[in-house]
Each structure stands twice: as structure tokens, then as C-alpha cells.
């Protein structure tokens, strides 16, 4: 179903089972898979000149949620799912089974895996690469411009399940190993090892995030985090984590 008030390009491919809600403008050259829902008051395939691909994808089954805001240029896999007021700029890719929470950011040039889930408030400076089953949790930023403000854009690598805690600022150019863990409010200036738990301003190695254990289970360790929570993953997933 498609709301009166919605302005649909006539070059735009809408799937079948999908809703666009009211006063949403949906731009040429999108198309939009189906079952997928769009909320009120969203702008998809915004034409700018820095999209390398000047078409917009949107995968099967999402969930768009309203004041979205999406440039041209950009893949989105399905399943994906938006909160409120979401920036998506120009040649991102997103994979998927993706969340991004209200007012998150993605600068552009950007890369994010499979199953990555995004709390509120979370900026993805331009050039990032963000891997799979990563939680990124309120207010995590990326930076990208190491001598600001400067046209050099250096991204930040963040690698599969890693978990950035509330207000964790990662500095241009790092790169966050597997499985590591970097507690609220840290500020990442030096690359993070495979499975340590950072902490601090600037951010050190305080341990093996394995040697962590959740509280009142002194015997369950907390981390790697998909050996104990496997809410919202699918089966085959699961399976998989738990034959490591």
C-alpha cells in the first residue's frame, strides 16, 4: 500500500507487499524489494554527485522507520531495520539482518556487515568498514579526519563481534580485532588486539575479554559474547558459534 500523499518517482521499482507511508519522496532508480515497510516523512535515493552507482537497493522485508533519509549510491540488505531520523549517505553497503538505531548516522563509503546492530545516536564516519555481528551501543562515534578539518579521510576498521559499549570514541584509522570489547566512554587511539577488553582515555589493555564473567554466574563467561546470547540469531548461526 502506498499512502496518497507519498511522491513515487515513475523510474522507481516498488516490489510487491510493500507500504509507504505518508509524505515520503521516493526518488528515481530505487527499488524497493518486497514485504519491506517505509515509515512516514522518509527521502529515498537522494541523487548526489559522489555516488559512484547511481541506483538505490533496498532489501527484502525492512523496516524504514519515519524522517529516514537515504542518498543514492547505496546497497541495503534485507531484514534491515531503522529507527527514527537515520542518515544513510552515498556508497554505503549495508548487509544483512543490519539495525541501525533513531539518529544514527552513516557518512558514506561506507561498509557494514551481516547482523550488525546499532543502538541510538551512533555516527559511522565516512570510510569505515564495520564487519559482521558487530553491537555498537548508544552514542559510539568513528571518526574519520585525523587532522580536522582536513580532505584526509582515514576510516576505522572494526572487525566481526566486537562490542563498542556506550560513548566509545574510536579515532581515525584504528582498527578493533575480533572479539574485542571496549568499555563505555573509552577513547580508542591505538589499534585494539584480538579478545582484549580496553578501557580508558586513551584506551588500554586491561585484559583477555574471556576472563570476564557475568555477574551472579561466577562459571559463565561473558565473553566471547555469542557463546551465551543468541536472541534475535538464527539457528544456523548459533549452531556455528557453538562448534568453534
Excluded at 524489494?33 to 547511481?54: P, Q, W
Excluded at 584480538?194 to 574471556?210: E, F, W
Amino acid at each position: 500500500m502506498i499512502h496518497p500523499t507519498a511522491i513515487i518517482s515513475s523510474k522507481a521499482l516498488i516490489h510487491e507487499n510493500v507500504t509507504i507511508g505518508p509524505f515520503c519522496i521516493v526518488h528515481k532508480n530505487v527499488e524497493i524489494l518486497g514485504g519491506t515497510s517505509i515509515g512516514a516523512y522518509c527521502e529515498l535515493g537522494i541523487e548526489t554527485s559522489l555516488a559512484i552507482e547511481k541506483t538505490l537497493i533496498i532489501g527484502e522485508n525492512s523496516v524504514i522507520r519515519s524522517h529516514t533519509t537515504v542518498y543514492t549510491g547505496s546497497k541495503i540488505g534485507g531484514e534491515f531495520q531503522s529507527g527514527h531520523y537515520v542518515t544513510i549517505r552515498e556508497n554505503s553497503y549495508i548487509g544483512h539482518s543490519c539495525q541501525i538505531g533513531s539518529r544514527g548516522d552513516i557518512q558514506g563509503d561506507c561498509t557494514i556487515g551481516n547482523y550488525t546492530k546499532m543502538h541510538a545516536d551512533v555516527h559511522i564516519g565516512k570510510g569505515s568498514k564495520v564487519g559482521d555481528y558487530v553491537w555498537m551501543f548508544p552514542e559510539v562515534l568513528l571518526a574519520n579526519d585525523p587532522i580536522p578539518p582536513s580532505d584526509t579521510i582515514s576510516g576505522v576498521t572494526v572487525e566481526d563481534f566486537v562490542v563498542l559499549a556506550a560513548k566509545v570514541l574510536v579515532l581515525p584509522g584504528v582498527t578493533i580485532r575480533k572479539d574485542a570489547v571496549v568499555s563505555a566512554a573509552s577513547v580508542v587511539k591505538a589499534d585494539v588486539p584480538i579478545g582484549k577488553l580496553v578501557s580508558g582515555s586513551p584506551a588500554t589493555v586491561l585484559c583477555s575479554a574471556d576472563i570476564l564473567r557475568m555477574p551472579g554466574s561466577p562459571k559463565e563467561k561473558a565473553y566471547p559474547w555469542r557463546k551465551r546470547f543468541h536472541r534475535g540469531y538464527s539457528e544456523y548461526d548459533i549452531t556455528n558459534w557453538l562448534d568453534e
